[in-house]
Nanobody
């Protein structure tokens, strides 16, 4: 399964963006998917994840601003980001791994074996 992240762009603080992580394979429905981000000069960090059965996990910094969801009919996982802040500026990556149904979404990037190419999000003041 190959993943393609899109939807990034330039937005003013307080604005919203919706990122998409798409796969061309229907097997994507059996994947847990995580969103990670990397700001300039910083290590990559976990943002949000969704399990195969729709369970979600969020990093503290999202504080209800971000929502991860999936639409298996179009092989896509979304990351809705609201109330964006300048510190949300980063390259956002989606990552996936095939799991059994009961596995919870992971916040550990080493748990994922398939990565998309990243999409740039820039939040201006």
């Amino acid at each position: 399964v190959q993943l393609q992240a899109s939807g990034g762009g330039l937005v003013q603080a307080g604005g919203s963006l919706r990122l998409s992580c798409r796969s061309s394979r229907s097997a994507f429905s059996t994947y847990a998917v995580g969103w990670f981000r990397q700001a300039p000069g910083k290590e990559r960090e976990f943002a949000a994840a969704i399990s195969r059965n729709g369970g979600t996990r969020y990093a503290d910094f999202t504080k209800g601003r971000f929502t991860v969801s999936r639409d298996n009919s179009v092989n896509t996982v979304y990351l809705q980001m609201n109330e964006l802040k300048e510190e949300d500026t980063a390259v956002y990556y989606c990552a996936g791994r095939r799991t059994i149904l009961t596995v919870q979404a992971s916040d550990d990037e080493d748990a994922y074996d398939t990565w998309g190419q990243g999409t740039q999000v820039t939040v201006s003041s």
